[in-house]
């Protein structure tokens, strides 16, 4: 593998479960299908499921990678990822989360820059509190979508760290409405929800990608973008991760 200059990305979210790892995973095989080399970085370190969801046994993590970045015995990225298909690695979350604490922000960014060198996409899975870890991957990635739902406190709760973002002068994000999350709420049309953010909805998921038998992907270890079907039955959901893609394969480099 040649160096790259690969773009980092990640979903963040007022609140949790609005879909943030589900629609990483989408967003993955959407850039395999772009023919894109892409690293899932597995930051949500206490409750990883990543390698979980796409059933990719492994023997190291991200707590190894950094436990040889501190001993100075780090060589390369690749002793460190497991293999989910001929396109996607993964760097797991630890499997013990009592050492998760030991993963201190001040490894991640080099983490990240040495994977942009290898992969032409990292895509950073993070919880949603505004932790120093989470802070430090947000204000270095080149790119943030933040998803939300249709829901009062979820929307309300975003309006408020957007304003938390433009205080800290982290402007490289746009907005996913994820209708899919949670097909039955629709409190708001999407005129109300620019309103009550005071911001543009750049991408919605509609309901389609409601899947009752979502479970039935993550005991396979399928991603549900990968279906040989997506972009015909799911067409506007398609639509919307290829033009998260394209948004993101060209954005800025924050490094430059
Ligand atoms: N399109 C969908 N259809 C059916 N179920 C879904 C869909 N999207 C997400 N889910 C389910 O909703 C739950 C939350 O999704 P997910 O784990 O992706 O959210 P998250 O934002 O990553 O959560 P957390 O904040 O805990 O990391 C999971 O059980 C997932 O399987
Ligand atoms: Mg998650």
């Given at each position: ?25 989408n ?40 436990e ?110 994820n ?78």
């Amino acid at each position: 593998m040649g160096i790259k200059e690969g773009k980092s990305f990640c979903f963040f979210s007022a609140k949790g479960g609005v879909g943030k790892t589900t629609n990483l995973l989408n967003l993955a095989g959407i850039l395999e299908q772009l023919e894109k080399k892409v690293l899932v970085i597995d930051l949500d370190l206490y409750n990883g499921s990543i390698a979980n969801a796409l059933n990719c046994d492994f023997d190291k993590s991200i707590y190894n990678l950094v436990e040889d970045l501190f001993n100075n015995r780090f060589k390369n990225i690749s002793n460190y990822t497991t293999k989910y298909d001929e396109f996607i690695d993964i760097l797991p979350a630890p499997k013990d989360p009592r050492v998760a604490s030991q993963i201190e922000s001040k490894y991640l960014n080099d983490i990240i820059n040495r994977a942009k060198n290898l992969y032409d996409v990292v895509l950073i899975d993070l919880n949603h509190s505004l932790d120093e870890n989470n802070l430090t991957v947000l204000s270095n990635v080149d790119f943030i979508t933040f998803m939300v739902t249709n829901d009062p406190l979820d929307l309300k709760n975003l309006k408020s760290l957007i304003s938390i973002f433009k205080k800290l002068d982290i402007k490289n994000f746009k907005v996913m409405l994820n209708n899919s999350r949670d097909p039955f709420k629709d409190y708001y049309s999407p005129y109300d929800i620019r309103h009550i953010l005071n911001h543009n909805i750049d991408y919605s998921l509609s309901t389609d990608l409601f899947l009752q038998d979502m479970e039935v992907y993550n005991i396979k270890g399928i991603i549900v973008s990968l279906d040989r079907q997506f972009s015909s039955i799911m067409a506007s959901d398609y639509q919307a991760f290829l033009t998260l893609a394209t948004d993101l394969l060209g954005s800025g480099d924050k490094n430059e």
